[in-house]
C-alpha cells in the first residue's frame, strides 16, 4: 500500500491531508507535526483567543472536528521529525520510531523572528502557536501596559486585542509609515490613525537598542532617546521559514524550500507548500514565498492534488486579510509595482474600496469592510483587464455590471 | 413550519443577495435565473454574512474567506467550508417572498 507522509500538521499539512482522501486516495496517509493540537487555523490567534472572555471557549478554529482523522484513516502524530532520509525514503520521528513512504510533503510552515537578545521569558513573547497565544492571554490578565515590537499586520492586531482589553498599547516601529511595503501611503496613514483613536500610541522610525527583564516587566531602551518600563512586550517582527529539515536532507532551499509551480522540490517525489515554500510566482517567475492564510490552503491543495498524478499548476492572485477593531481589511494583489492612478469607492470610512491601477488594469486592491466588492473585481485584476477609470469610479456603475461588460 | 414574509420580490436583484431578518432568524434570499432561493446568512466557518458575499453561478461566495455554498442546495463547495449552509423553503404570494420557518 501506498504512503503518504505530510510532515506539518499546520493548516496546510491538514488541507493537504483531506484533499488526499477528498480526491479518493486510500493509502496511507500520515500526518505529523510538533504541535500538541490537531491542525488549526492560525488567524484566531492574535484576535478572539486573547479577546474572548471564557478561557475554556477562547478557541474554536479547528480545521476539522475532532473524529475526521480517524474517520478518514489520517494517522494525525504529534511529533515532528528529526530526520529525513530522501534516498530511502523514511523518516525518523523524536520518538525514535521511523516512517517509510511513498511521497512526502513538507508543510512545516514558519517560525516568529526573535530580536537578538531578547529570547522569550515571563514578560517577552512571541505569537505564532496556540501555545503562545494562550501564554500571552494568561500574562494579559491584570497587565497595564505593552510594548508591541514591530507594527506590521500581527503587531497590528494585537495591538487592537490588548486595546479592547483596556492595556496601554505602545507600538514600536522601525519603518517611518506602518506596512510600507503592504499598504498605499494614504491607508497605511488612515490605519494608524484608526489605532491612535483606540488609544494605541506609536514610536514610528524607532529602534529597539536593548530590553532589561526585571521582576514585574521590562526596561526598553529604544533609539533615540526613550527608556521606559512595560509589564510585557510583544515581539511581532515577522517570521522565518522552517527550512532547516529539508536542508539537512540535501532539498534545495534558500528563503524557504524551493518548488515549482507544481510544488515539487528538487527531490523526486517530494513536495512543500505553504509558509514554507518558496515558489516562482507571476509571470516573470521570481521566487517568493507567501505568509498568508489562503495560501497555505490552496498551494497544498494543489501539492495534493499533484502528489496523486494530476498536473495542476499554483498560480494564486494573493489575497490577505487582517481585522482590526471592527475593520475587516482585505487585499488584492501585490504592491510591488508603480501605480499610476488610484480610484476609491468610498461608502464611509469604515466601509471602502481602494483600487490602484497601472496602464488602465487594476494591479491592487484593498478593501475595508466590502469582501464582496473585492471579489467582485478578482477577475480584473487577475486578467489585467483594461478598464474605463471614469466608470469604476462613478459609484452610479455597478462593479458586477463592469466586470460582466468586460468578459462579454 | 409556518410561511413567513421575509421581502418583497421588486426588492431583490440579480447578483446581489438580499438580507432579510425574521424574529430572530437571519436569511439570506438569492435571486438565480428567476428563481428566489433561501439560505441561512450566517456562514459555517466562521461569522459573516453571507449577504455581503459574492452570489454568481448559483453559488454564495462568503465575504470573509471566500467559502463558497450551493444557494439551492446549500452544500459546502469549497475549502475553507465543509458544513453545509441551511437552507429554506420559498414560496412567492402576491409579490411577497414566503420563507418556511
Known amino acids: 500500500m501506498e504512503t503518504i507522509l505530510i510532515i506539518g500538521a499546520g493548516q496546510a499539512g491538514g488541507r493537504a491531508a483531506e484533499t488526499l482522501r477528498a480526491q479518493g486516495f486510500d493509502g496511507s496517509v500520515v500526518l505529523a507535526g510538533d504541535e500538541q493540537h490537531r491542525p488549526y487555523e492560525r488567524p484566531a490567534l492574535s484576535k478572539t483567543v486573547l479577546t474572548a472572555a471564557d478561557d475554556n471557549d477562547c478557541f474554536s478554529a479547528w480545521l476539522h472536528s475532532s473524529d475526521f482523522y480517524e474517520t478518514n484513516k489520517i494517522d494525525w502524530i504529534a511529533d515532528s521529525v528529526e530526520l529525513l532520509d530522501v534516498r530511502h525514503r523514511t523518516a525518523t520521528l523524536q520518538s525514535g520510531r521511523s516512517i517509510g513512504f511513498d511521497k512526502c510533503l513538507i508543510t512545516t510552515g514558519g517560525r516568529a523572528r526573535r530580536l537578538p537578545g531578547t529570547p522569550d521569558s515571563g514578560h517577552v513573547f512571541t505569537l505564532r502557536t496556540l501555545q503562545d497565544a494562550m501564554r500571552v492571554r494568561t500574562r494579559m490578565v491584570g497587565a497595564r501596559s505593552v510594548a508591541v515590537i514591530g507594527g506590521g499586520f500581527l503587531g497590528l492586531e494585537f495591538a487592537a486585542s490588548a486595546r479592547a482589553r483596556g492595556i496601554d498599547v505602545t507600538v514600536v516601529e522601525a519603518g517611518e509609515q506602518l506596512l510600507e511595503r503592504a499598504l498605499p501611503r494614504e491607508f497605511s496613514e488612515r490605519l494608524r490613525t484608526k489605532h491612535e483613536q483606540n488609544g494605541v500610541r506609536f514610536m514610528l522610525g524607532a529602534k529597539l537598542i536593548s530590553s532589561t527583564e526585571e521582576a514585574s516587566g521590562v526596561t526598553l531602551s529604544i533609539a533615540p532617546n526613550v527608556s521606559e518600563r512595560f509589564d510585557f512586550v510583544v515581539v511581532a517582527i515577522g517570521q522565518e521559514p522552517n527550512e532547516a529539515l529539508a536542508r539537512a536532507s540535501g532539498l534545495t532551499t534558500g528563503n524557504g524550500i524551493h518548488v515549482d509551480t507544481h510544488c515539487r522540490t528538487s527531490a523526486d517525489g517530494f513536495y512543500a507548500a505553504g509558509d514554507c515554500a518558496n515558489f516562482p510566482f507571476g509571470v516573470s517567475a521570481r521566487r517568493l514565498r507567501l505568509e498568508s492564510w489562503q495560501n497555505a490552503q490552496d498551494q497544498a491543495i494543489v501539492a495534493a492534488r499533484n502528489m496523486l498524478g494530476e498536473s495542476v499548476e499554483y498560480r494564486p492572485s494573493p489575497w490577505f486579510w487582517t481585522d482590526q477593531y471592527d475593520w475587516n481589511v482585505q487585499m488584492l494583489g501585490m504592491l510591488d509595482g508603480p501605480v499610476d492612478q488610484w480610484i476609491e469607492r468610498q461608502t464611509s470610512i469604515d466601509k471602502t474600496l481602494l483600487m490602484g491601477l497601472r496602464n488602465n488594469a487594476i494591479t491592487y486592491a484593498l478593501a475595508v469592510n466590502n469582501g464582496g466588492e473585492l471579489r467582485a473585481i478578482r477577475r480584473l485584476v487577475e486578467q489585467a483587464t483594461q478598464v474605463d477609470p471614469e466608470a469604476l469610479a462613478d459609484p452610479g456603475v455597478k462593479l458586477r455590471q463592469l466586470e460582466r461588460q468586460a468578459h462579454s | ?101
Open chain 2, 1 to 101: 413550519m409556518t410561511l413567513q414574509f421575509a421581502a418583497n420580490l421588486e426588492d431583490l436583484n440579480v447578483d446581489e443577495p438580499y438580507a432579510a431578518t425574521i424574529g430572530n432568524e437571519q436569511i439570506a434570499l438569492y435571486l438565480v435565473d428567476g428563481e428566489v432561493y433561501a439560505t441561512h446568512n450566517v456562514c459555517t466557518h466562521q461569522f459573516a454574512l453571507l449577504s455581503d458575499g459574492f452570489l454568481e453561478d448559483g453559488c454564495i461566495e462568503c465575504p470573509l474567506h471566500q467559502g463558497k455554498f450551493d444557494v439551492k442546495t446549500g452544500a459546502a463547495l469549497c475549502a475553507p467550508v465543509t458544513a453545509p449552509i441551511r437552507t429554506y423553503k420559498v414560496q412567492i404570494e402576491k409579490g411577497a417572498v414566503m420563507v418556511e420557518l
